[in-house]
């Protein structure tokens, strides 16, 4: 199984980014797809979920700001990020659990400037 995230970048507060992470290797119809994120210094914190069948979790943090969607023909999972803020500078990265195992994309960094 591998993951591809893409998206990433430097951002002024205010301003919007999307992630893309690509999957292969996986029936990603039927696995529950995560973005996690990591601040420098900071444990690795799971920013939102979908399930296989479309329900949507956030973290607290990014409610109301930010959208995880997928795409299952295009084996795609992607977060739409709104309203950025220098608190969401981390590196960003894709998940999935497949038949019991963590399957982790490379993060992708997003950097945002105030």
């Known amino acids: 199984v591998q993951l591809q995230a893409s998206g990433g970048g430097l951002v002024q507060a205010g301003g919007s980014l999307r992630l893309s992470c690509k999957v292969s290797?996986?029936?990603?119809?039927?696995?529950?797809f995560d973005w996690y994120r990591q601040a420098p210094g900071e444990q690795r914190e799971m920013v939102a979920s979908?399930?296989?069948?479309?329900?949507?979790n956030y973290a607290e943090f990014v409610k109301g700001r930010f959208a995880i969607s997928r795409d299952n023909i295009r084996r795609t999972g992607f977060l739409q990020m709104n309203s950025l803020t220098p608190e969401d500078t981390a590196t960003y990265y894709c998940?999935?659990?497949?038949?019991?195992?963590?399957?982790w994309g490379v993060g992708t960094l997003v950097t945002v400037s105030s």
């Open positions: 998940h999935l659990r497949y038949y019991g195992m963590d399957h």
């Open positions: 290797g996986s029936n990603f119809k039927i696995t529950t």
């Open positions: 979908i399930s296989s069948s479309g329900n949507e």
